[in-house]
């Protein structure tokens, strides 16, 4: 089956910095890539996705990257603020069917 | 919308009790996701349906756990009997496999078992 990592488990960023999370997977067979933020005692919520047949996706300030080849993506949040803290996790899918998620970033955000 | 409903939103019982956790996925979606949160093992997925017929159950830890999936707007997750390493937080997520391919996440339970 899928296997997704994501590094780093933690992240300290200075307010105004740029923050970067990368994942790998191992099926070339995962088409579908999404990013989940969680803030803490909340659910996981959906900011940000990509599919295969794209490279880049960006919304505001934030970023994905996929490299099939090589079989990774990152996630990329510039110019973070505090309310960017939160745990983010990455996620590999083969569409219609479930995901493999990331053990999760803590990214912290230093006002 | 209201998005997915999750009940109870808190459930603390004793060891040995049966525990029922109940899912309202958003309408018109036809995958369901239950997945546990713990600090140790992060987000697993337990279980999830398509059409209301479960498709993967691999990630059910062991046989005092069930789920169903009656109709398409209702799921439970049931534990019988619970034990103390149960304890965590239980989300149900959906999704359509036709249109989109997100998944949404419900609010989650707060399960502690004593």
């Known amino acids: 089956g899928e296997n997704v990592e994501q590094h780093p488990s933690t992240l300290s960023v200075q307010e105004g910095d740029s923050a970067v999370i990368k994942c790998t997977y191992s099926d070339s067979a995962s088409n579908y890539f999404p990013w989940y933020k969680q803030e803490l005692g909340k659910r996981p919520q959906l900011i940000i996705d990509i599919r295969s047949n794209v490279g880049e996706k960006k919304d505001q300030r934030i970023a994905v990257t996929l490299n099939k080849t090589a079989k990774h993506f990152s996630l990329h949040i510039t110019e973070t603020q505090p309310e960017d803290s939160a745990v983010y996790f990455c996620?590999?899918?083969?569409?219609?069917?479930?995901?493999?998620f990331g053990t999760g970033t803590s990214l912290t955000v230093i006002p | 919308d209201a998005g997915v409903i999750q009940s109870p939103r808190h459930e603390v019982t004793e060891m040995g009790q049966e525990v029922t956790l109940r899912c309202k996925p958003i309408?018109?979606?036809?995958?369901l996701f239950w997945y546990r949160q713990t600090m140790m093992r992060g987000l697993e997925l337990l279980i999830y349906?398509?059409?209301?017929?479960?498709?993967?159950d691999s990630g059910m830890p062991e046989d005092r756990f069930s789920a169903k999936m009656p109709n398409a707007s209702f799921s439970t997750l049931k534990i019988q009997p619970s034990e103390p390493r149960d304890s965590a937080v239980y989300f149900c997520a959906s999704g359509s496999t036709g249109r989109s391919y997100e998944q949404y996440f419900g609010p989650g339970t707060r399960l502690t078992v004593t």
């Open positions: 309408s018109g979606h036809n995958s």
């Open positions: 349906f398509n059409n209301n017929v479960p498709i993967d």
């Open positions: 996620a590999a899918s083969m569409i219609s069917n479930q995901f493999y």
